[in-house]
């Protein structure tokens, strides 16, 4: 009895290690699974309820084969070329800033680009400089540089660089591909849908699946409309200087010539007018003070004389 005891827990203890190994395993392989076989697993969860179960829909492969070749199809524009984004800063030197703005903007117009900035400062009274940054196809990319370049005087600085966004572009179709499949049969378990609690549960996962398709045609547009628009900031410099002309007929030589004579009279009249309006007013104090003064001055002088005839 106590030998058949112990065989029974050892036996117990190897079925706890091998359960242990297998939970370890499995959650490995959930931890390792991509977004795409996540997704799948939502509609396996989707398939249990009762609509689901009806359609016995239960593995992944027979989720992706039930869908129609039609949406494969709607997304076989998978990048067949590079997927590039070009963006270019260029420094250039004018004559007339002006005018070469209005020229640049006129020539992006042309070949179907679009302005996104300008902007105009001024340094001093003189010289003049400002931002321009356009979208041109990228087609006429290098073409719209090299002509802008020829037109100017000078070529201060020039960078172009690139970004290639071809494999994020291809993940975000495979992701959206998934979605897509995702939400086509949540769409069938709906209408098969038997009690309320099961419509509530596949309506919250059809519209979260749907918000993170709608982010992911949002960033496909995004970057293919940086693909096929590049974009070039154009820093402008006038090196005009302005030399100021002859005023010619503005002199009025003779008109300027009685203005300062008038002037100059007039100070002189208010010179001498100040001086009577302040000996009249201080005539008080300068009247004895100089009558003293004469006083002493002449003691002074006759004081000599009579040393002299002693």
Not at 44 to 49: I, Q
Not at 83 to 102: C, G, P, R
Not at 210 to 238: D, P
């Amino acid at each position: 009895m106590r030998k058949t005891y112990v065989q029974l827990l050892v036996l117990i203890a190897i079925l706890g290690i091998c359960i242990l190994f297998s939970a370890c395993s499995s959650h490995e392989y959930r931890t390792e699974m991509s977004e795409d076989a996540g997704e799948m697993d939502m509609v396996a969860e989707v398939a249990s309820y009762s609509g689901g179960a009806t359609r016995g829909v239960t593995s992944e492969k027979e989720i992706i084969e039930d869908v129609s070749v039609s949406d494969d199809e709607n997304l076989s524009g998978t990048a067949a070329e590079r997927m590039v984004i070009y963006n270019a800063h260029l420094s250039i030197e004018v004559n007339d800033y002006h005018q070469s703005e209005a020229a640049i903007q006129e020539r992006v117009k042309k070949l179907g680009g679009f302005v996104i900035e300008s902007s105009v400062y001024r340094s001093g009274e003189q010289q003049i400089h400002g931002n321009l940054i356009v979208k041109v196809p990228q087609k006429h990319f290098q073409a719209f540089l090299t002509e802008v370049e020829s037109t100017s005087v000078k070529v201060i600085d020039r960078m172009i660089s690139g970004n290639d966004v071809t494999e994020e572009y291809v993940d975000l179709e495979s992701r959206l591909r998934s979605k897509r499949v995702v939400e086509k049969r949540l769409l069938a378990f709906m209408e098969d849908a038997e009690n309320t609690e099961d419509l509530l549960k596949i309506s919250s996962d059809l519209a979260k699946v749907q918000e993170e398709i709608e982010q992911i045609l949002g960033r496909m547009n995004y970057l293919e409309k940086n693909v096929e628009f590049s974009t070039v900031t154009i820093y402008l410099q006038e090196n005009k200087v302005n030399v100021p002309s002859i005023q010619g007929n503005d002199l009025n030589t003779w008109e300027k010539s009685k203005s300062l004579f008038m002037a100059s009279t007039n100070n002189t009249i208010a010179l001498f007018s100040g001086l009577v309006v302040l000996l009249i007013g201080l005539s008080p104090i300068f009247i004895p003070v100089t009558i003293i003064a004469l006083i002493i001055i002449y003691k002074l002088r006759k004081r000599p004389k009579n040393t002299e005839k002693l």
